[in-house]
């Protein structure tokens, strides 16, 4: 559910629980007990056409611009859920991964034009920590207009602390 049909904020505390799932219900497959009775397909079909598009790299999701959504992924699952959710998705698996090398695509995504974007970006900097995260949260706290934002931001620099 939060990562379709959620169309606005997901709440902070269930971020976490979220781990790296950026779209879909495959997850319902995995627990369903009826599975169990599954045997699994050779039908060659049913398998992802191109990897790329089926499991894409994290950190190219978070540079998407919504040229780059609509040439990549039109007339796919992930076009239901436009550009916007899939990056706000990418941003909290992104924090929930707390890799640094997520911080500066991160950084980027404080100016997009969403403010959806902007507040999950600034709670992924606020998991993964660290100088340029910190950085990046007081340089756009100032001139930030969305008071949800600003409190992502807030709640952010305060998770990473005094460096």
Known sequence: YLTIENRGWIERELRPL?????????????????????IQTQET???PSDLDR??????DLLALTDESFAARYAATPLSRIKRERLVRNACI????????????????????DSPLVRGHAA???GRIGGLAARAALAARLPPEPDPLVREEI?????????L
């Open 154 to 162: 807030e709640w952010a620099l305060v998770a990473i602390g005094p």
């Open 123 to 125: 709670w992924a900097l």
């Open 54 to 59: 089926a499991a894409p790299a994290l950190l």
């Open 93 to 112: 698996a992104s924090g929930n991964w707390g890799d640094p090398s997520a911080s500066l695509p991160l950084g980027n995504l404080l100016g997009d």
């Open 18 to 38: 979220m781990g790296n799932w950026i779209m879909g219900c495959d997850i319902c497959q995995a627990v369903c007990p009826w599975q169990r009775f599954a």
């Open 45 to 47: 079909g049913f398998y």
